[in-house]
């Protein structure tokens, strides 16, 4: 689930994701504490983990599997079936990831340093803040677009460059972060928060991952139209 053609503001970086991060001025002691607080042996954490860690390795294979077999086309007779196919199952998928991280919010201890109605209306805005970017991004997208309609040979004819493209070049991705940070603030939860950086490092590999790749389809097109 990526998007690629869009053009990025220079102005924007500070939106661009954990990539504009300089890790050596992380106070690593806010996070030994999350560390400290937290059941790692727990079995829902780690179906949590499961959860999302699989999700982008699953779509990023399969994905590339039907761009070099055309697998799934074939099997839903079209390329449009076969990514509304796989696009639902990739909802599922997110849905369970969300339910596991849930579960194991709700099954692990709060932390009382964040029980503040000010981490409260934080995690709030963070929530409003993610839902925005999640759904602004599909809008703009579509169906085909957000589920990796460019694999089944489904592009897009030009970039996306409006809102919330303007911010950041994966919206969907770090909106998704952004409603998991909230979840874990307003439940003052300390596992929620060491989730939620799993899936920040999850995504942010996917798009390593899919980045090039997806450019490459698009170099691939502009090539056959020269030709032609």
């Not at 689930?1 to 991060?21: A, I, T």
């Not at 709030?124 to 602004?136: D, H, K, R």
Request: net charge neutral.
């Amino acid at each position: 689930m990526n998007v690629v053609f869009v053009n990025v503001n220079p102005v924007s970086d500070c939106c661009g994701g954990l990539s504009n991060l300089d890790y050596s001025k992380v106070d690593m002691s806010f996070m030994e504490e999350v560390v400290r607080l937290v059941d790692v042996f727990d079995p829902r954490f780690c179906v949590a983990i499961i959860a999302i860690l699989f999700n982008p390795f699953f779509w990023n294979v399969v994905a590339r599997w039907e761009h070099r077999t055309r697998g799934l086309t074939r099997l839903f007779g079209g390329p449009y079936m076969a990514c509304y196919g796989l696009g639902f199952l990739i909802i599922l998928l997110n849905v369970y990831r969300s339910h596991s991280i849930t579960v194991a919010i709700k099954a692990q201890a709060r932390w009382e340093a964040m029980a503040s109605d000010e981490v409260f209306y934080v995690g709030a805005a963070f929530l409003a803040l993610g839902s925005l970017l999640v759904v602004s991004s599909f809008l703009a997208l579509g169906f085909t677009g957000t589920f990796l309609g460019d694999y089944f040979g489904i592009l897009m004819d030009q970039k996306v460059t409006g809102f919330p493209f303007n911010l950041t070049d994966n919206p969907m991705y770090w909106g998704s972060t952004a409603n998991y940070l909230g979840l874990a603030l307003i439940n003052a939860s300390p596992v929620g928060l060491l989730l939620t950086a799993v899936v920040a490092v999850s995504y942010q590999v996917a798009i390593v991952y899919e980045g090039p790749f997806t450019e490459h389809i698009y170099l691939e097109r502009s090539q056959r139209c020269k030709h032609k």
